[in-house]
């Protein structure tokens, strides 16, 4: 089992950035696929980005791709999503999640972080 921290949402203004981080704890860090979802108020959770246990691949949304990068550094077991170009559009709660099989963008991720506002003004 693992417990899941986000931290380093806020406001920004369009165009700016924000670098999220999603602290670990319980198991083995680096065994777990790694994902980032978001939440914009009235509408469905959606995947952000994910990443495998090896680090070596990262997937993204199409509507943040080129803007977000996905990482993840296993020894300090905490995941990153650097956030630039930032869009209105992406105001929402932005969750960490994890599991022991490759999920990629579904929802069935087994263990969620509690989640950290991301607000973005025009």
């Known amino acids: 089992q693992v417990e899941l921290v986000e931290s380093g949402g806020g406001l920004v203004q369009a165009g700016g950035s924000l670098r999220l981080s999603c602290v670990a704890s319980?198991?083995?860090?680096?065994?777990?696929?790694l994902a980032w979802f978001r939440q914009a108020p009235g509408k469905e959770r959606e995947f952000v980005a994910s990443i495998p246990w090896s680090g070596t691949r990262s997937y993204y949304d199409d509507s943040v791709k080129g803007r977000f990068t996905i990482s993840r550094d296993n020894a300090k077991n905490t995941l990153y999503l650097q956030m630039n170009k930032l869009k209105p559009e992406d105001t929402a709660v932005y969750y960490c999640a994890a599991d022991l099989n490759s999920v990629g963008y579904r929802l069935e991720y087994d263990y969620w972080g509690q989640g950290t506002q991301v607000t973005v003004s025009s």
């Open positions: 319980g198991d083995t860090f680096s065994r777990y696929a």
